[in-house]
Protein backbone atom coordinates (compact mmCIF):
# COMPACT_ATOMS: atom_id res chain seq x y z
CA UNK A 1 0.00 0.00 0.00
CA UNK A 2 1.37 3.90 -1.22
CA UNK A 3 0.09 6.56 1.21
CA UNK A 4 0.78 10.33 -0.47
CA UNK A 5 -0.36 12.63 2.12
CA UNK A 6 -1.46 16.44 1.06
CA UNK A 7 -2.85 19.31 2.34
CA UNK A 8 -0.74 20.87 5.16
CA UNK A 9 0.40 24.33 5.29
CA UNK A 10 0.38 27.53 7.55
CA UNK A 11 -2.79 28.95 9.48
CA UNK A 12 -3.61 31.35 11.97
CA UNK A 13 -5.08 30.14 15.01
CA UNK A 14 -8.56 29.44 14.52
CA UNK A 15 -8.14 28.68 11.06
CA UNK A 16 -8.95 25.30 9.17
CA UNK A 17 -7.28 23.19 6.92
CA UNK A 18 -7.97 19.87 5.39
CA UNK A 19 -6.02 17.34 5.01
CA UNK A 20 -6.01 14.18 2.24
CA UNK A 21 -3.95 10.81 2.38
CA UNK A 22 -4.89 8.65 -1.46
CA UNK A 23 -3.93 4.83 -0.86
CA UNK A 24 -3.04 2.87 -3.48
CA UNK A 25 -1.92 -1.02 -3.84
CA UNK A 26 -4.49 -2.76 -2.15
CA UNK A 27 -8.76 -2.47 -2.26
CA UNK A 28 -9.43 1.37 -0.19
CA UNK A 29 -12.97 -0.25 1.09
CA UNK A 30 -10.54 -3.05 3.18
CA UNK A 31 -8.52 0.19 5.09
CA UNK A 32 -8.40 1.50 8.43
CA UNK A 33 -7.11 4.37 8.34
CA UNK A 34 -5.71 6.68 10.65
CA UNK A 35 -3.85 9.78 11.21
CA UNK A 36 -1.03 10.49 13.46
CA UNK A 37 1.06 13.50 14.20
CA UNK A 38 4.40 14.14 15.68
CA UNK A 39 5.64 17.82 17.27
CA UNK A 40 8.70 19.06 17.31
CA UNK A 41 10.49 17.51 20.13
CA UNK A 42 8.04 14.90 21.26
CA UNK A 43 6.93 11.87 20.33
CA UNK A 44 4.16 10.73 17.75
CA UNK A 45 0.56 10.55 18.80
CA UNK A 46 -2.65 9.71 17.52
CA UNK A 47 -5.00 12.25 15.78
CA UNK A 48 -8.17 10.05 14.85
CA UNK A 49 -9.42 7.06 12.88
CA UNK A 50 -12.09 5.66 11.55
CA UNK A 51 -12.42 1.76 10.50
CA UNK A 52 -12.39 0.22 7.08
CA UNK A 53 -16.53 0.78 6.84
CA UNK A 54 -16.85 3.69 8.47
CA UNK A 55 -18.87 2.90 11.47
CA UNK A 56 -15.78 3.30 14.07
CA UNK A 57 -14.55 6.65 14.31
CA UNK A 58 -11.89 7.54 16.88
CA UNK A 59 -10.29 11.02 18.25
CA UNK A 60 -7.70 11.67 20.63
CA UNK A 61 -9.17 13.85 23.30
CA UNK A 62 -6.69 17.12 21.82
CA UNK A 63 -8.75 16.98 18.82
CA UNK A 64 -12.18 15.86 19.78
CA UNK A 65 -14.99 18.43 18.16
CA UNK A 66 -12.26 19.88 16.03
CA UNK A 67 -11.29 17.66 13.45
CA UNK A 68 -13.35 14.95 11.75
CA UNK A 69 -12.00 12.19 9.97
CA UNK A 70 -13.68 10.95 6.77
CA UNK A 71 -12.85 8.98 3.61
CA UNK A 72 -14.12 9.25 -0.65
CA UNK A 73 -13.73 5.82 -1.39
CA UNK A 74 -14.36 6.16 -5.04
CA UNK A 75 -11.48 8.45 -4.74
CA UNK A 76 -9.19 6.10 -2.58
CA UNK A 77 -9.16 9.21 -0.43
CA UNK A 78 -8.92 9.59 3.33
CA UNK A 79 -9.35 12.99 4.94
CA UNK A 80 -8.88 14.93 8.18
CA UNK A 81 -11.27 18.12 8.42
CA UNK A 82 -9.03 20.23 10.84
CA UNK A 83 -10.84 23.60 12.46
CA UNK A 84 -9.99 25.85 15.26
CA UNK A 85 -6.71 25.45 15.11
CA UNK A 86 -4.26 25.96 17.64
CA UNK A 87 -0.29 26.75 17.89
CA UNK A 88 -0.14 23.43 19.67
CA UNK A 89 -1.59 21.33 16.52
CA UNK A 90 1.62 22.46 14.75
CA UNK A 91 3.73 19.06 13.62
CA UNK A 92 3.77 16.73 11.22
CA UNK A 93 0.88 14.87 9.86
CA UNK A 94 0.82 11.50 8.83
CA UNK A 95 -1.46 8.95 7.61
CA UNK A 96 -1.79 5.13 8.13
CA UNK A 97 -3.40 2.43 6.68
CA UNK A 98 -4.30 -0.98 9.00
CA UNK A 99 -5.08 -4.05 7.16
CA UNK A 100 -7.13 -5.39 10.53
CA UNK A 101 -9.81 -2.92 9.13
CA UNK A 102 -11.14 -1.82 12.31
CA UNK A 103 -8.80 0.68 13.07
CA UNK A 104 -6.69 2.10 16.37
CA UNK A 105 -5.42 4.47 18.43
CA UNK A 106 -1.78 2.67 18.54
CA UNK A 107 0.77 3.34 15.73
CA UNK A 108 1.90 -0.41 15.94
CA UNK A 109 -1.27 -1.46 15.12
CA UNK A 110 -0.71 0.15 11.31
CA UNK A 111 1.03 -1.58 8.57
CA UNK A 112 1.80 1.00 5.94
CA UNK A 113 2.22 4.91 6.42
CA UNK A 114 2.39 7.85 4.53
CA UNK A 115 5.48 10.42 4.17
CA UNK A 116 3.96 13.56 6.49
CA UNK A 117 2.62 16.54 5.82
CA UNK A 118 3.55 20.11 7.62
CA UNK A 119 0.91 21.61 9.72
CA UNK A 120 2.16 24.88 11.12
CA UNK A 121 -0.69 27.30 13.19
CA UNK A 122 0.47 30.65 14.61
CA UNK A 123 -0.55 32.47 17.08
Known amino acids: VQLQASGGGMVQTGGSLRLSCVAS????????MGWFRRAPGKEREFVAA????????YYSDSVKGRFAISRDSAKNTVYLQMNSLKPEDTAVYYCAADLGGWGSTFDADYDYWGQGTLVTVSQ
Open 50 to 57: ESYNSDKT
Open 25 to 32: GRPFSSLA
